[in-house]
């Protein structure tokens, strides 16, 4: 007795289907149930990758450079906002990204972080008010004019 399989080959051969390289694409697709298809305007995943990553970074820094422009805004005005926040050193800048990088890579880099602005804001708070404003506003207005 000779036995039939219940289930049919749809599967094509790499020459009836156009290409070897289709034949992988749907094979990996197979494989793990989801479209060899590639989401973004280039058809390669590493462009659209970079694309994706250069707006994020473009729209994080325009958000973050507004919402410190509004934190100054108050005290300092509007040009003199746009002043302090686009005359950074490279050094602060670098130092800051940095730090932002170590704190949100690790819970113990979160904790460290957090613990030195914690001393910091309670050591600036220590001060007289007078004193740690004066010495706030020095560092502004040399940021300003740089």
Same mark, same amino acid.
């Given at each position: 007795?000779?036995r039939k399989s219940a289930r049919k080959s749809t599967a094509k051969a790499p020459e009836a289907s156009g290409s070897v390289t289709?034949?992988?694409?749907?094979?990996?697709?197979?494989? /793990?149930?989801?479209?060899?298809? !590639?989401?973004? #305007?280039?058809?390669?995943? $590493? /462009?659209?990758?970079?694309?994706?990553? !250069?707006?994020?970074?473009? @729209?994080?820094?325009?958000? %973050? +450079?507004?919402?410190?422009?509004?934190? *100054?805004?108050?005290?300092? &005005?509007? +040009?003199?906002?746009?002043?302090? !926040?686009?005359? %950074?050193?490279?050094?602060?800048?670098? !130092?800051? &990204?940095?730090?932002?990088?170590?704190? /949100?890579? @690790?819970? #113990?880099?979160?904790?460290?972080?957090?613990?030195? *602005?914690?001393?910091?804001?309670?050591?600036?708070?220590? %001060?007289?008010?007078?004193? $740690?404003?004066?010495?706030?506003?020095?560092?502004?207005?040399?940021?300003?004019?740089?």
């Amino acid at each position: 007795m000779v036995r039939k399989s219940a289930r049919k080959s749809t599967a094509k051969a790499p020459e009836a289907s156009g290409s070897v390289t289709d034949a992988g694409g749907k094979a990996i697709a197979t494989a /793990t149930g989801e479209s060899d298809k !590639v989401f973004g #305007p280039s058809p390669n995943p $590493a /462009t659209n990758l970079i694309i994706q990553d !250069v707006a994020m970074r473009a @729209s994080g820094r325009l958000m %973050r +450079h507004t919402v410190e422009k509004g934190l *100054l805004r108050g005290r300092y &005005g509007g +040009h003199g906002a746009k002043a302090i !926040v686009e005359n %950074r050193s490279i050094a602060q800048t670098v !130092v800051t &990204g940095l730090l932002a990088r170590y704190a /949100t890579r @690790s819970i #113990p880099g979160a904790v460290l972080i957090g613990g030195g *602005l914690v001393v910091k804001t309670l050591y600036d708070r220590s %001060r007289s008010k007078r004193e $740690a404003r004066r010495s706030g506003d020095r560092t502004i207005a040399k940021m300003a004019k740089d």
